[in-house]
Every structure is written in C-alpha cells, then in structure tokens.
C-alpha cells in the first residue's frame, strides 16, 4: 500500500504556502504541524508533468506545546494525493534535525518554516534531508470539498497487517525543541520530528 504518490514535485502552490506560513505564526510559540497533498500539475492548469502542493492537511487530534507536535495516524487518511510533510522550527533555524531527517524518509518533500514566518523563511528538503528547490507557483486551486471525494484505492480500512507482516496501526510524528544550551553546543540542533512506526509513506 502506497500512501505517497510517487510522480515529481514540482513545486507548491502559493495560497498553500501562505496558509501554513499564517498558521505556523499563529500557533507560535507552539510547533505546527501539518500534511502537504498534491495534484497533477495538468488538471491546474500547468503546462507540465508532475505534481504540485496544492493543500496543507491539519490532522485532527494533533498535539502542540511549546516544545513539540504529535499527529495520531489514526486520524491521517491513507490518501492517494497525499506527497510529504510540514513543520515550523519557533527558533528559525531552517536545517533538519536528526531526527527530522528519519522521518523525511516518508514523503517525497518536506518543508520546514522558521520564525517569524516571513515570505522567505522556509526551506524545502528531499526525502534524505537534502535541501532541495521548490518552486512556488499562482495556480487556481481546485475545490477544497473534492478532498472528500474518496475511492476504494483511498481507504485503508485493516492496515494494521500487509503481505501477512504486522505492522502497527499508528505512527506519532513529534517534533521536539531543543533547549537553548543545546542550540549553543550544536546550532545544526533543530525541531525533531520522530515517528514511532515504521509503516513507510514511500
């Protein structure tokens, strides 16, 4: 089963971008956390192939504190659009963690946003924690109601067992802050996201 699409990432659109730059400044000095969907770049009116974030899914249920953000998988549709994931980094450091970089492995791009939350503070990464370019692009978006419109591919009804391996029902992805005598020791030391399942998004 395939969470991720696997066609490129082209580039993200920019009322998506806008939105979680809005919400990761409201949700300061909380973490942020969200899902990025896509579309094909074709049926928005792109000239190109590929996909392009369109969407930042909110995950009901997710957990936010000043020091970390926790999505319950049970609450995350097993959804064909769905292409990696988003984060704020409340110390503005736009460098993946660690442990943000394991959980990169899910997902085809990641983007991290750092205070205070300008057009230009955010980075976009690759599933090994490679900075990566992004591009952002003026697209009209297609109707927020056709997330709703699922299929039998879309749903994942008993997953909790694939090819006759047990696999675990829920994956938390938190992202923790460090303290500030760590950022000092390593200033590469950043928002962690950490996964407790191994059940892969690629």
Known sequence: MRLFRSSAVLGIASDALEFAREASEEAHPNEYMGLLRGEDARRIGLDRSGTVITEVLIVPGTQSTPTSATIDSNM????????????????????????????????????????????????????????????????????????FDFDETDLDIDYTKQSGDEEQSRWDVEMDTPTQSNQQSNQNTDTDMQTDDDRGWR
């Open 76 to 147: 995350v549709p097993n959804d064909r659009h769905a292409v990696g994931s988003i984060h704020s980094h409340p110390n503005g450091v736009l460098k993946p963690s660690d442990t943000d970089r394991n959980a990169f492995g899910k997902g085809r791009v990641h983007i991290i946003i750092g205070h205070p939350y300008g057009v230009t503070d955010w980075a976009a990464f690759d599933q090994h924690g490679n900075r990566r370019s992004l591009e952002v692009v003026d697209v009209d978006l297609p109707d927020p109601e056709a997330f």
